[in-house]
């Protein structure tokens, strides 16, 4: 384990292939400002999703977990003309502050942040004429809440839809079993839906970087 050493690779990784542009810097800058804390994904896991994003061809992303909207912006530009993403956000505070980094990255037309638990919101959207299917969810909000929001993913989805969950290795946590905290629990049961889950296709990853050691999880929907 050389958590320095990740971060300097990170450091260089992100320098060469994925550094972040004035709207991005901002974004987090603005972010700190606001006391925001500092769990946005890094440059090249913003990189990443946007790249997938781009790859799958999506015109219509749902995010739950906005933060500042930093993924936001990475995930927005991946889309087309036309394309639309929603952003899910607990906090009226968080979420403020990624709507005017949303603006100062000119996202306004393409992204949009719904406030209030998303566990509330996501049957409100469900229930609009039009919404969805989206082609790819980005899941990065209270973990104990996963295999719910991959349920509604599934539900939101349609065949080839990409579905992806931060954070799912929690330093090797996801090992434990009894004693675990509910991040580690919920990251566990989402694993097991997944795994069950006749209609997804799946894996997980381990990364390490500026985040430490974690990974991410990547389904796809088949039918
Ligand atoms: N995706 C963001 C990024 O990489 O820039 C980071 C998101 S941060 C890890 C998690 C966010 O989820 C926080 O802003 C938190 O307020 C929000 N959150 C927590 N519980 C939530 C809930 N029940 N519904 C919606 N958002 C929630």
Redesign the pocket.
Known sequence: RNPDVWSAVDGYVTDLLAPDDEALTSALSASDQAGLPQ???AGNQGKLLYLLAKTQGARSVL??????G??TIWLARALPEGGRLIS????EA?AEVARANLSRAGLDGIAEVRTG???ETLPKLAAEPGAGPFDLFFI???KK?NPHYVEWALKLSRPGSVIIVDNVIRGGAVLSGEGADEAVTGTREMFEVVAREPRLEATAIQTVGTKGYDGFLIARVLS
């Open positions: 769990i946005a994904v995010e739950i977990g906005t933060l500042g930093y993924s899910l956000e607990y906090s968080h638990a998303a566990l990065d909000a209270d809440n």
